[in-house]
C-alpha cells in the first residue's frame, strides 16, 4: 500500500489516493479465490477442488478481483489513515480508479476531526437565581404530601365535581360502537380533564346504578377518526367516591416520614427544598456558562458528528419509552412522526452537544486536565452506592475511559464556572402590556414541580441506564413527552 496523494479539502474532509500493489492484491486475490471457490463449478473437478488457475482461465483472470478488492481495501484504507495520521469521522466515499493485474487503487474521500480554536472560557457571567424557600413553599409541599396520602371512600349521593365516579362506558357512531370507544370499572375524577370535553361535565348528578346516554362532539383537532364528529355514549355509574385527606399534624408527620413533630418536618422540607432549588440554580448557572463556551469556538463540525449523535438521542429515547412500557412504533404513530422526523427534530440539539463536548476536549488540552487511576476508582465507587450496585459489576457496563472521561469533562466545567462571574438575574414583571395576551404556559404540572425544586423519589436504576448517566448525554426534544405519550394511550382506550 503507498499513499500517492493527501489533500486537504473544505469542511475538515481529506481525499486518499491509494495503491495497492501487485504482491498484496494477488494475496487478496487466493483469499477470494479460498472464498469463493465452493461456489464455482469447473467441468472435470469437484465443487471447491478446482485450482486458481484453471478457474482464472475458465472464466477470465478477474473472475476474484471484486471479492479481492473487497478484502483489501478496508486494511489499505486504514492503513493510509494512519500513515497519514488522521483522525476520521464517520465512514469514507470511495471511488476505485484503476484496477489490472499490478494492483488497484482508489480514493477515499472522509471527514476527520475538526481542529477547533477555543474562544472566551474564563472570566464570563451569567445570571444565578437566589435561592429562597418560604413558609408557602413548604406547605404547598406538604400539601402535596397529604395529597398522595389521600384514601377514597365511597358515599351515597349523585356525583359532583372533584368526586372520582367508577363507570362503565360505550361509544357510539351512528349507533355502531366505535373502536377504543369503550371500558369498564373505569375510576374517572371529574374536572380532571381525562375524557373528551363535556363528557365529565354530564356524570354530574348521576348515582350509583344510574344509567343515561351522554351526546358529546369530538373537536377539531382531534387525533383519531372521530375528529369534529358527534357521537353517543351510554354510560353507567357503579360508584361515588370522595378523596379523604389526612389532617397536616403531628400524627401526619408521623405516618409519612422518620420525624415525631410537624415542625421537625417542616425543617426537613425546607432543608431539602433549598438544597434541590440551590442545586438547580447552579446547574442552570453552569448550562449559561457551558452555551456561551460551545458558542464561542471556531470550527467546521463534520455532519457525521452531529448525525451520530442524533443517532444517539433517539436510541436513549427509545429506550426511555421501554423502560415506560411504551412501544417506540406507537409512540412514532401517536406523535404523527417517523424516524426521520425525529432524527431530523435532534439535529438542532446534536449540533449543541457536539460543539460542547469539542469545546470541552479543547479546554482540557489547552489546561492540562488529567485524572489519575485512584480518582477513575473513587468515581466507580461513588456510582456504584448510587446505583445500588458493587464496583465490579459496574465496571462490566461502563469502561474506565467513559468515567475517565466524565472526570475530565467535571473538572473543565468547574473550571469555567470558578472562573465564572454570576450576576443578578433580570427581575420578571408581573404586569402585562395593556391588551397584551398573556402567552399560554407550556410547561406540564410535572414539569412546574421539577421546576420548584421538588425532590425525586429515589428509584434503582439498571445497570444500562447507569451507563447512560455516565455518558451524559442530551435528549432530543419530541413533540411530545413519554408521559403524554403514554396519556394519550390510556385516552384512546378509555374513549
Excluded: W
Aim: with cysteine; aromatic share 6%.
Amino acid at each position: 500500500m503507498s499513499v500517492k496523494n493527501c489533500e486537504k479539502l473544505e469542511k475538515n474532509q481529506v481525499a486518499l489516493t491509494v495503491e495497492v500493489d501487485a504482491a498484496a492484491f494477488d494475496a487478496a486475490i487466493e483469499k477470494a479465490y479460498r472464498k469463493m471457490r465452493n461456489q464455482i463449478t469447473v467441468p472435470g473437478f469437484r465443487k471447491g477442488k478446482a485450482p486458481r488457475k484453471m478457474v482464472e482461465k475458465l472464466y477470465g483472470v478477474e473472475v476474484f478481483y471484486d471479492e479481492a478488492i473487497n478484502i483489501a481495501m478496508p486494511d489499505a484504507y486504514m492503513d493510509a489513515v494512519t500513515s497519514e495520521k488522521l483522525e476520521p469521522v464517520g465512514y469514507p466515499e470511495v471511488e476505485l480508479l484503476d484496477v489490472s493485474k499490478d494492483g488497484f487503487s482508489f480514493k477515499a474521500t472522509v471527514y476527520v476531526y475538526p481542529e477547533v480554536t477555543l474562544g472566551q472560557y474564563k472570566g464570563l457571567s451569567a445570571p444565578r437565581d437566589e435561592v429562597k424557600v418560604t413558609a408557602a413553599d413548604v406547605n404547598a409541599r406538604l400539601s402535596e404530601m397529604a395529597d398522595r396520602n389521600t384514601r377514597m371512600v365511597g358515599v351515597d349521593r349523585p356525583v359532583e365535581k372533584g368526586d372520582v365516579a367508577n363507570i362503565d362506558f360505550e361509544g357510539f357512531d351512528n349507533g355502531k360502537p366505535f373502536d377504543g370507544g369503550k371500558g369498564e370499572n373505569f375510576d374517572l375524577e371529574i374536572g380532571s380533564g381525562t375524557f373528551v370535553p363535556g363528557f365529565e361535565d354530564q356524570v354530574i348528578g348521576m348515582s350509583a346504578g344510574e344509567e343515561k346516554d351522554i351526546d358529546i362532539t369530538f373537536p377539531e383537532d382531534y387525533h383519531a377518526e372521530l375528529a369534529g364528529k358527534s357521537v353517543v355514549f351510554h354510560v353507567k355509574v357503579n360508584s361515588v367516591k370522595v378523596k379523604e385527606v389526612p389532617a397536616i399534624d403531628d400524627e401526619f408527620a408521623k405516618d409519612v416520614s422518620e420525624f415525631d413533630t410537624l415542625a421537625d418536618l417542616k425543617k426537613d422540607i425546607k432543608a431539602k427544598l433549598t438544597e434541590d432549588r440551590q442545586a438547580a440554580a447552579d446547574r442552570a448557572f453552569e448550562d449559561i456558562l457551558m452555551q456561551q463556551v460551545a458558542d464561542g469556538i471556531t470550527c467546521d463540525v463534520p455532519q457525521p458528528m452531529v448525525d451520530e449523535q442524533a443517532k444517539r438521542f433517539v436510541d436513549n429515547l427509545k429506550m426511555q419509552l421501554q423502560s415506560q412500557g411504551i412501544p417506540y412504533e406507537q409512540y412514532l404513530k401517536l406523535t404523527n412522526s417517523t424516524e426521520e422526523d425525529m432524527l431530523g427534530q435532534a439535529q438542532e440539539p446534536a449540533l449543541r452537544q457536539v460543539k460542547l463536548d469539542l469545546a470541552l476536549e479543547a479546554i482540557a488540552k489547552a489546561e492540562n486536565v488529567e485524572v489519575t487511576d485512584e480518582e477513575i476508582e473513587a468515581e466507580y465507587e461513588r456510582s456504584a452506592e448510587q446505583y445500588g450496585m458493587k464496583a465490579e459489576d459496574l465496571k462490566k457496563y461502563i469502561s474506565s475511559d467513559n468515567i475517565k472521561s466524565q472526570l475530565v469533562n467535571t473538572k473543565v466545567v468547574k473550571i469555567v464556572v470558578d472562573s465564572a462571574v454570576a450576576t443578578k438575574p433580570v427581575e420578571k414583571t408581573e404586569e402585562k402590556a395593556e391588551g397584551e395576551e398573556k402567552p399560554k404556559a407550556k410547561k406540564s404540572a410535572k414539569k412546574a414541580e421539577t421546576a420548584e425544586g421538588e425532590e425525586k423519589p429515589k428509584a434503582k436504576r439498571t445497570a444500562k441506564k447507569a451507563e447512560e448517566k455516565a455518558e451524559g448525554e442530551e435528549k432530543p426534544k419530541a413533540k411530545r413527552t413519554a408521559k403524554k405519550a403514554e396519556e394519550k394511550t390510556e385516552e384512546k382506550s378509555e374513549e
